[in-house]
């Protein structure tokens, strides 16, 4: 499994069985989105620690509720939870153009690097590899003859987004806040 992942996004309440969801056709008119539990060719998509969560539970159930509330954050008792600044991990969303940052280090040359990328207009130019197809109007009510749904969009009247080899220049929203939670880091370390 990559990364170590072990579960599945979906996990049906009070029966703990997976959901797998599937698309079928080629754009609205034709096609739906549909969910059962064939979960062959889906893969598990996060990691969670069995074993972890058990011994944690069982820790926590030996207390007593007021052992258990002694230092509750929601009850005002304890620290504060969160940190001053929230985003200052690699944050992807749903900006297809950005990719996980293997340079999270927040060090003076990479600073710079950032500061010195910003081009003339003041922001940072990310090649847009994203694109969805214009609206066209209401599409077929059938698949187009020969379409095989290649799993990110279906035919030219599917405007949901698609990546593509390369693509023009233009502002990412994911480059953004990559770049700022960096720039953010590197300040409120340096303080």
């Given at each position: 499994?990559?990364?170590?992942?072990?579960?599945?996004?979906?996990?049906?309440?009070?029966?703990?069985?997976?959901?797998?969801?599937?698309?079928?056709?080629?754009?609205?008119?034709?096609?739906?989105?549909?969910?059962?539990?064939?979960?062959?060719?889906?893969?598990?998509?996060?990691?969670?620690?069995?074993?972890?969560?058990?011994?944690?539970?069982?820790?926590?159930?030996?207390?007593?509720?007021?052992?258990?509330?002694?230092?509750?954050?929601?009850?005002?008792?304890?620290?504060?939870?969160?940190?001053?600044?929230?985003?200052?991990?690699?944050?992807?969303?749903?900006?297809?153009?950005?990719?996980?940052?293997?340079?999270?280090?927040?060090?003076?040359?990479?600073?710079?690097?950032?500061?010195?990328?910003?081009?003339?207009?003041?922001?940072?130019a990310t090649e847009l590899r994203t694109t969805s197809h214009p609206y066209q109007?209401?599409?077929?009510a059938s698949p187009p003859p020969g379409f095989v749904d290649r799993?990110?969009?279906?035919?030219?009247?599917?405007?949901?987004?698609?990546?593509?080899?390369?693509?023009?220049?233009?502002?990412?929203?994911?480059?953004?806040?990559?770049?700022?939670?960096?720039?953010?880091?590197?300040?409120?370390?340096?303080?």
């Amino acid at each position: 499994m990559p990364n170590g992942a072990n579960y599945f996004r979906y996990v049906e309440e009070g029966t703990n069985r997976f959901i797998a969801v599937h698309r079928r056709g080629s754009n609205a008119q034709n096609g739906e989105y549909y969910a059962d539990y064939d979960m062959s060719g889906q893969r598990a998509q996060r990691h969670v620690d069995n074993i972890g969560l058990r011994r944690r539970y069982e820790q926590v159930s030996a207390l007593t509720p007021e052992q258990a509330t002694a230092n509750s954050t929601l009850l005002g008792r304890g620290p504060v939870l969160l940190p001053r600044f929230v985003v200052t991990q690699d944050i992807i969303g749903s900006d297809l153009n950005t990719r996980p940052d293997s340079e999270r280090a927040a060090d003076a040359a990479h600073v710079a690097g950032l500061v010195s990328g910003l081009n003339r207009q003041g922001y940072w130019a990310t090649e847009l590899r994203t694109t969805s197809h214009p609206y066209q109007g209401p599409g077929p009510a059938s698949p187009p003859p020969g379409f095989v749904d290649r799993g990110q969009v279906g035919d030219e009247w599917d405007t949901s987004p698609f990546t593509m080899e390369s693509g023009p220049m233009g502002i990412s929203t994911g480059t953004y806040i990559r770049n700022m939670s960096l720039l953010i880091q590197y300040v409120a370390e340096s303080q």
